[in-house]
């Protein structure tokens, strides 16, 4: 890295931005004060000679439910948000560092990862206040890893964490028309993330293009694979891709003809489309809670007995601080969901039992048997919806969504942009088993690189109202 191209050079022009920018779209929650001095310490080793890879010296920007020793960790919650910040770093954000990448700020999120409240808005959490998509401020930006996705789209970063369970990566990709990644549940440590579902929740990255989330999974897996190795040109002669249609398609009429268009892109780059197939309905909308809150309650618990004694040390805790404080954690929403995981009675329960079963069925065999029966490599749909208009007062508007199944099964799903709808981003969703993140990796690599040379890159957004 030249002296023009430093990351102290790199750190001032992105505070800049953030300062400029940011208060238009409110994607940063905790800027870190020491980035200008890790950048600096950084460039020495470079000027030194040591260069710890790819990655070094690049600021990145870190979900605010991930732990940072040195900065708050507060799941967007006003409970956590006088604590100190948690002892370590989570084992990530150790990884992230030691690859020498600067924490450039912590960034806002949906309040409790989205799983407080049912009627709950992407993007707003008592700490961090309200997040807005850069390309139309009304509009959600998607979560829960709201902040994440709307700083890279408004140009404040080039390389984020975020977080799913269910979506919080791949639908704020979507929505803000980058790349993001949620990989095989245990890929990446969950240690030190503030937790909703240990057989669901992981980090992942997030980027500006699909090279950069491959070089930033190769540091959060622990560097034993070069996932960039998967970025090879467009010729997919040798994959055929499975198409469910079913429940992954109709939601949205603009999402769906975009998506025909990317089919299209892909037979181009010599791909094998196998169509109109399907996979089993998920659960009802109760088994999926059922499995959410059981593992909420023990693992939610188990990460706050991490933080320094004082805090709050279980659900019924935070239930209690929310109504002390309800005019400014409950104004918008309620806590029916932690209400609903403080009174399961463990994973012993029949209920669980009975609904992780049914999960596993839909998800994993679902997944898994369709690409069997089929010979295929991963399987394609629309992302989500072009981003539904902010309504604070009832919450979320989500038509329909590609992250179900590979949520219940814990298997990784890719959201890249795939066009726009009335000016608006939209994504392609490619998943697959598990561990087959480089399969992923490729194939999102040969689709952007082609829709890229067909229609050109994304717009810049101009950080107004929309229709």
Not at 71 to 85: E, N, V
Not at 99 to 122: D, H, M, P, Q, Y
Not at 274 to 295: K, Y
Not at 324 to 329: R, S, T, Y
């Amino acid at each position: 890295m030249s002296s023009t191209h430093s990351s102290v050079a790199r750190v001032e022009e992105l505070q800049g931005r953030i300062g400029d920018v940011d208060p238009l779209v409110n994607a940063v929650c905790t800027p870190n004060p020491a980035a200008l001095t890790e950048a600096a310490r950084l460039d020495t080793e470079r000027d030194d000679g040591r260069v710890r890879g790819p990655l070094h010296g690049v600021p990145v920007l870190v979900k605010d439910n991930i732990d940072t020793a040195d900065l708050p960790t507060t799941a967007g919650s006003l409970a956590l948000a006088d604590q100190p910040p948690p002892p370590q770093d989570a084992p990530v954000v150790r990884r992230l560092r030691e690859a020498g990448c600067v924490i450039l700020a912590k960034t806002n999120l949906s309040e409790w990862a989205n799983f407080r409240g049912s009627a709950s808005s992407s993007g707003w959490s008592a700490y961090g206040g309200l997040t807005r998509n850069p390309y139309a401020l009304n509009r959600s930006p998607g979560g829960s890893s709201s902040g994440s996705g709307a700083a890279l789209a408004a140009g404040l970063a080039e390389y984020a964490i975020g977080t799913e369970t269910s979506g919080s990566i791949v639908c704020p990709a979507a929505l803000n028309g980058v790349v993001g990644l949620k990989p095989t549940v245990g890929l990446i440590p969950q240690q030190g993330i503030v937790p909703i579902s240990h057989s669901q929740d992981t980090a992942g990255p997030m980027t500006r293009t699909v090279e950069q989330t491959a070089a930033l999974l190769t540091v959060m897996a622990g560097g034993q694979l070069d996932y960039t190795e998967a970025c090879r040109g467009t010729d997919l002669s040798d994959v055929r891709i499975g198409v469910p249609r079913g429940p992954l398609w109709g939601y949205s009429n603009g999402l769906d003809q975009v998506t025909e268009r990317a089919l299209e892109l892909l037979s181009q780059c010599g791909a094998t489309l196998v169509d109109h197939l399907s996979l089993p309905t998920p659960g009802g909308d109760e088994d999926q809670l059922h499995v959410l809150a059981h593992e909420m309650k023990g693992d939610l618990a188990a990460y706050l007995a991490t933080r320094a004694p004082g805090g709050p040390r279980d659900l019924d805790d935070l239930i209690a601080f929310n109504k002390k404080h309800a005019d400014q954690e409950l104004q918008w929403f309620g806590q029916e969901l932690f209400e609903r995981a403080a009174a399961t009675d463990g994973l012993e329960s029949p209920v669980y039992v009975a609904a992780r079963l049914t999960a596993l069925r839909a998800g994993r065999d679902g997944i898994d048997n369709l690409l069997r029966d089929n010979q295929l490599d991963a399987l394609v749909s629309p992302s989500y919806q072009p981003a539904w208009t902010i309504d604070l007062v009832n919450g979320d508007h989500v038509t329909g969504s590609s992250s179900s199944h590979a949520a219940l099964a814990g298997y990784p799903l890719l959201s890249v942009p795939s066009g726009l709808v009335s000016g608006l981003p939209v994504g392609l969703t490619i998943s697959g088993t598990a561990r087959s993140e480089v399969t992923l990796i490729r194939l999102a690599h040969a689709f952007e690189t082609a829709r890229i040379a067909a229609d050109g890159p994304f717009p810049t957004p101009e950080f107004r109202q929309w229709v």
